[in-house]
Nanobody
Framework: QVQLVESGGGLVQAGGSLRLSCSAS????????MGWYRQAPGKQRELVAG???????NYADSVKDRFTISRDNAKKTVYLQMNSLKPEDTAVYYC???????????????WGQGTQVAVSS
């Protein structure tokens, strides 16, 4: 089986920084795209940032120039560095990975359990 385990969430004041990490483990053959999503209360889950296996990145307009996504393929880990945090960044942040396993044909999306980020004004 595959597990995505996130860490790094918490409570921070506006203008502060947090770094989220997400490590994949299990019977993984190959990890393709990875990304971070977030869901605020009463809102739909939205893409925050994504990164391909080759390192190409994309960001939601609301986080450009403040957040940076990166990955360490050897560690099967994706990071999200969040700077200049705003109260509107408050949400549960979810890690996503599209990957191939040894026990299931094709590639499929897997999700972490989510980590809470709260930004106070």
């Amino acid at each position: 089986q595959v597990q995505l385990v996130e860490s790094g969430g918490g409570l921070v004041q506006a203008g502060g920084s947090l770094r989220l990490s997400c490590s994949a483990s299990g019977s993984i053959y190959s990890i393709h795209d990875m990304g971070w999503y977030r869901q605020a209360p009463g809102k739909q889950r939205e893409l925050v940032a994504g990164i391909t296996s080759g390192g190409s990145t994309n960001y939601a307009d609301s986080v450009k120039d403040r957040f940076t996504i990166s990955r360490d393929n050897a560690k099967k880990t994706v990071y999200l560095q969040m700077n200049s945090l705003k109260p509107e960044d408050t949400a549960v942040y979810y890690c996503n990975a599209r990957l191939s396993t040894y026990y299931r044909p094709g590639s499929h999306d897997y999700w972490g359990q989510g980590t809470q980020v709260a930004v106070s004004s």
